[in-house]
């Protein structure tokens, strides 16, 4: 009896040790200890995100919650040389496409925690964006003799082309003019003789 109870203890015993062992080889989860930053670029740009952490094995960016697409971005994990016991993990991103909310997902055997957002802004897109022109419906339609106005939305100081066609094909210009103002109308009187006619704007 007495050597059946010895034998049970040791069993116990070395269960105890086992899951003990298993709970050392599995270790705490990973941790961010530099958070990314956000950037702006230029719309053809290209801007780096980094991150510091501890104890991780796999690494993985997102951008609003989504796995960063890696044909539009170059990622890599490299240690810190001022402390080895970290990896330092950047992304290199094309501006013209990947604007948003960036974090990084740093996972091992004992869990994952993913970093606070940083964001991606476009330099000078309102810019680039804004020099349009755009026919105004309220102002535009055909005048009780005939004719036919337009009101235009545009840039103020550029150069305004108006030009008709009948066919959609062949365009010939019927005003050029300086935009004064963000507004300005042209009145066609050739279209109280002409039963189908079409317009465009364009800056020069």
Not at 84 to 109: A, D
Not at 121 to 128: F, P, Q, R, W
Not at 139 to 152: D, E, H, M, Q, V
Not at 181 to 200: E, K, L, P, Q, W
């Amino acid at each position: 009896m007495k050597q059946w109870l010895q034998m049970a203890a040791f069993a116990l015993i070395s269960m105890g040790f086992s899951m003990v062992e298993s709970q050392a080889q599995i270790g705490p989860p990973p941790m961010i200890t530099a958070q990314p930053s956000g950037i702006t670029v230029q719309l053809l740009g290209t801007g780096t995100f980094s991150a510091n952490s501890k104890r991780g094995t796999t690494y993985q960016w997102l951008v609003n919650g989504q796995p960063v697409p890696t044909a539009n971005s170059i990622a890599t994990e490299l240690p810190d040389l001022l402390d080895l016991s970290q990896t330092v993990s950047t992304l290199v991103v094309l501006g013209v496409t990947n604007s948003g909310s960036y974090t990084l997902k740093v996972t091992n055997l004992g869990g994952s925690v993913t970093s606070s957002p940083a964001v991606l802004n476009l330099a000078n897109v309102i810019g680039t964006v804004s020099n349009i022109v755009n026919f105004v419906a309220s102002g535009t339609g055909k005048l009780a003799n005939g004719a036919f106005k337009l009101t235009l939305s545009v840039p103020a100081g550029s150069n305004i082309v108006v030009q008709a066609s009948s066919d959609l094909s062949n365009w010939k210009s019927i005003s050029t003019n300086t935009a004064t103002s963000s507004s300005m109308t042209y009145t066609d009187a050739a279209a109280s003789t002409i039963s189908c006619r079409f317009y465009r704007a364009k800056i020069q």
